[in-house]
């Protein structure tokens, strides 16, 4: 019976030296930042952020779950927007249209992030890019993350405008509503561009940019072509 309680606690012993050779990669646990403090740091330097964010090797299950959450703010923003200040188009279906953004923005919006970051792997291999598929996926959601408060913040501005349109007439005009749309796309474009920079080794922020910016005005463009022929 001793002997047998010895080997019990040997194995014990034993065990728990394997637990504790165990590595956490949780950046909470490894340091005292919070991902808030992150963030932050990408407004000062996205390269420098994204580098440490793929240095602490988040697992999937977390890049995902801080994809989820950029999901979160993304819906949140636009939906204030839209209750504030609908477009035209879509105001007498308004709740169907907000209904609509569920989907889109929990599952369109993530499934879209891992088709740019397996379009941003493919398209930097053939101009030197270094990266691996999983270094450019934490570059795409680590960026989704970092402009999601931009997101809300242009939110704001619009509940901002509508609320001071009676007394500044300045502000009364529609395309001013609708600009702080278009802030939170902007600032993913830039943040993505950085991201994808690093995690490929680019050392030109400036060409991955540029080449967004070329390939998103030809989607745009696409579109326009595409919904005026569907119209006609």
Do not use: H
Request: a negative charge.
């Amino acid at each position: 019976m001793v002997q047998q309680d010895k080997d019990g606690a040997d194995r014990f012993a034993d065990r728990k030296y394997l637990l504790d050779d165990i590595s956490d990669d949780d950046p909470d646990l490894q340091s005292g930042r919070t991902y808030l403090d992150r963030i932050l740091d990408a407004y000062v330097d996205m390269r420098s952020s994204t580098r440490s964010f793929i240095e602490t090797k988040p697992s999937e299950a977390r890049l995902l779950f801080l994809e989820l959450l950029s999901d979160v703010i993304f819906f949140l923003a636009r939906s204030i927007s839209m209750v504030v200040a609908p477009p035209v188009e879509i105001q007498a279906s308004l709740p169907a249209y907000v209904s609509f953004g569920v989907v889109v923005a929990f599952l369109i919006r993530t499934s879209l992030f891992y088709v740019i970051a397996g379009l941003a792997k493919s398209a930097s291999y053939p101009f030197g890019g270094r990266g691996s598929w999983y270094d450019t996926r934490c570059a795409v959601f680590w960026a989704a993350l970092v402009s999601a408060p931009i997101e809300m913040i242009g939110a704001i501005l619009t509940v901002v405008v509508v609320y001071l349109r009676p007394s500044v007439p300045m502000l009364d005009s529609e395309w001013l509503i609708e600009t702080p749309y278009f802030i939170g796309p902007i600032a993913f474009g830039f943040f993505l561009a950085a991201g994808v920079a690093e995690a490929q080794g680019f050392r030109y922020t400036y060409r991955v940019m540029a080449a967004l910016a070329i390939i998103g005005i030809g989607l745009i463009a696409l579109a326009a072509t595409l919904g005026g022929v569907l119209a006609g």
